[in-house]
């Protein structure tokens, strides 16, 4: 698939993403050089207190990880529908 500017579906991609996000999450947490890594990257990478919080806080579980990151992405996400972008096409 080549780059475009559509997005994509969500109900099926979102769930892989928290798959891997939430196995990263896991990982940071568990060996104290990958959380290391995590805290220079999150200081360059990561928006906003409250995102670091909801999203890598230690000991979320997978539900609430999933629910926070819902939270955080579906809404422009629907923005950029509301804009007019379409989904990726197979």
């Given amino acids: 698939m080549g780059k475009s500017n559509d997005l994509p579906k969500w109900d099926h991609y979102f769930p892989l993403l928290c798959d891997v996000e939430y196995l990263s999450y896991e990982t940071a947490w568990k060996y104290d050089k990958a959380h290391d890594v995590f ?3 999150a200081a360059e990478h990561v928006n906003t207190d ?3 919080m909801k999203l890598y806080g230690e000991g979320l579980s997978k539900d609430d ?3 926070h990151l819902r939270e955080m992405i579906l809404p422009p996400y629907k ?3 509301n804009l007019g972008f ?4 197979a």
């Fill in 39 to 41: 805290e220079k990257c």
């Fill in 50 to 52: 409250e995102a670091k």
């Fill in 65 to 67: 990880f999933t629910s």
């Fill in 79 to 81: 923005a950029a529908q």
């Fill in 86 to 89: 379409g989904e990726w096409r």
